[in-house]
């Protein structure tokens, strides 16, 4: 018992020797690949864009209780905020003698949620300004800045024709704003006469060449579509979707404002 004793002694003795070495290290959190991050190439124009573009503010449409009861009720996903919009707008009122009432409500054909497979970011999707001069007379460097030449209005949209595009549209919105934590349109506006403080030097005998480029996310994923029928069926209540389909879309999204720049200085003009 005695030798028991002095190995637990021994051992509570080694342990108050590391715990003040180990307490001194805390562990550091695993550090996260931000996804989306944004290039150094790439600036917020917001407080300097002429154009003051309005905010694509699309919430996730919160279901109301009966809306959400229906929902559950679905053996397909319905995520289609105007479709959630349309249920929270229905009233039913239950009656106890319902027994034996049953009926059925075509609703229509719905794209009933999309389902995301990728989102990938182009920096460079369309040239909206290009900035030039000419220094090849110069004996000292020149500095260029951005200025937005015209007013430029950049538009994505969907790669292929779809039925309910507009509503498919919101659902890739939201799904692709959510994704990346960017501020997603599918039209944003740079207004001319827009400009940004950052300088590119331009060397004596040579030009210098400041493109602007509109970003956007390319988001691709799978749209399903369903024919949606709410079923009254003595006091329980309920959504059936029939003849559900499946179909592959993309989109471009264009990130609001926000400009990608790229600078070239040659000893020839490009």
Excluded: C
């Excluded at 989306?36 to 919430?59: F, R």
């Excluded at 039913?92 to 034996?100: E, H, M, R, W, Y």
């Excluded at 493109?211 to 579509?225: F, H, M, S």
Aim: a positive charge; proline letters at 7%.
């Amino acid at each position: 018992m005695k030798k028991f004793t002095a190995i637990l002694l021994s051992m509570v003795f080694l342990l108050s020797f590391f715990t003040p070495a180990l307490a001194g290290k805390k562990a550091e959190p695993p550090q996260k690949e931000a996804k989306y991050a944004i290039p150094n190439s790439v600036m917020n124009i917001t407080k300097e864009n002429t154009y003051p573009n309005p905010t694509e503010d699309l919430p996730f449409l919160q279901p109301s209780e009966l809306a959400k009861e229906l929902i559950d009720s679905s053996r397909v996903k319905i995520e289609n905020p105007d479709l959630i919009r349309m249920l929270n707008e229905t009233s039913i009122n239950s009656t106890p003698f319902a027994i034996g009432y049953r009926a059925i409500v075509y609703l229509g054909e719905w794209p009933l949620s999309y389902e995301s497979a990728e989102t990938s970011p182009n920096w460079e999707f369309q040239k909206i300004n290009t900035n030039y001069y000419d220094n090849r007379g110069g004996t000292a460097p020149y500095k260029i800045h951005y200025v937005q030449e015209q007013q430029k209005v950049v538009r994505g949209g969907l790669t292929a024709k779809i039925k309910n595009a507009p509503d498919v549209q919101k659902m890739m919105l939201l799904t692709a704003a959510k994704k990346t934590g960017l501020p997603l349109a599918f039209e944003t506006v740079i207004g001319a006469g827009t400009k940004k403080d950052q300088i590119y030097n331009i060397q004596p005998k040579r030009l210098g060449y400041l493109y602007g480029y509109a970003p956007a996310i390319n988001e691709k994923g799978k749209v399903t579509y369903g024919e949606v029928y709410l079923m009254l069926k003595g006091n329980k209540k309920m959504i059936v979707v029939k003849n559900v389909t499946s179909q592959g879309i993309g989109a471009w999204i264009p990130i609001q404002d926000h400009v990608s720049f790229g600078f070239v200085s040659s000893e020839r003009p490009r």
